[in-house]
């Protein structure tokens, strides 16, 4: 099984980030997708969700709704969180989560907001 984060980096204030989980070695579309983040000194934090059914119904926290999207791709076997208004309160090592029959997780990457 790979789950695999890319698309972090550094970013300006009001800029915007695109990231991407590719996955591999389960049955993608059998699975709800996640987004966490944790910042330094703080708790693992859930971002976004985007089921496995109903078209991919999503849900998302308070503090990002309105300025992220998730998307997922099952033909790909991929799901994508776009930032939007990003903010250094959004600094974060941001991990790729897959719920099902088991449940696996990326490695992370990085985004810092900073000027």
């Known amino acids: 099984v790979q789950v695999v984060e890319s698309g972090g980096g550094l970013v300006q204030p009001g800029g915007s980030l695109r990231l991407s989980c590719a996955t591999s070695?389960?049955?993608?579309?059998?699975?709800?997708m996640r987004w966490f983040r944790q910042a330094p000194g703080k708790e693992r934090e859930l971002v976004a969700t985007i089921t496995n059914v109903g078209g991919g119904r999503t849900h998302y926290a308070d503090s990002v709704k309105g300025r992220f999207t998730i998307s997922r791709d099952d033909a790909k076997n991929t799901v994508s969180l776009q930032m939007n208004s990003l903010s250094p309160e959004d600094t974060a090592v941001y991990y790729c989560?897959?719920?099902?029959?088991?449940?696996?997780w990326g490695q992370g990457t990085q985004v810092t907001v900073s000027s």
């Open positions: 989560n897959a719920v099902g029959r088991n449940v696996y």
């Open positions: 070695g389960f049955t993608f579309r059998s699975y709800v």
